[in-house]
């Protein structure tokens, strides 16, 4: 890029993850909290909401995408949540189990899952440290 030339990082516009089968993938982000945005069948895609932003999670099947374990060495999402305790529960409750217990960290705690395509969803809070935080 030339001295002249530069761009401006706005924003997320939306975090593509692969599946194997839409309706599958709808009903498990569904059961672990996520509304549906928009679902196109015919393309291959559905936007999960994330909060009240307009960036969201787009879920777009890949074909031969078959159930995998988690790839630990590859990209993760994670997502601010008031409790990250709570939301474990809440995900357990739903029949989602979470890989791991929630962990504490410096900010407060975590806790992720893994869809049956192996994408991996962390939520996190600032319970420790609430000035960091969406919601001081």
Not at 95 to 111: C, F, H, K, M, N
């Amino acid at each position: 890029m030339s001295d002249d030339e530069s761009y401006e990082l706005l924003g997320f516009d939306n975090v593509l993850l692969p599946v194997g089968d839409l309706g599958e993938a709808v009903a498990f982000y569904e059961r672990a909290g996520f509304a549906v945005g928009f679902r196109i069948d015919e393309a291959g895609i559905a936007s999960l909401k994330v909060g009240g932003e307009t960036p969201g999670i787009l879920l777009r099947v890949e074909d031969e995408l078959g159930h995998r374990p988690p790839p630990w060495h590859s990209a993760q999402v994670w997502l601010e949540v008031p409790d990250a305790r709570v939301a474990a529960r809440a995900l357990r409750a739903a029949g989602i189990a979470p890989l791991d217990e929630p962990a504490s960290v410096a900010t407060g705690w975590t806790v992720e899952i893994a869809d049956p395509w192996g994408n991996v969803i962390g939520f996190t809070d600032y319970t420790k440290r609430p000035e960091l935080g969406r919601r001081p």
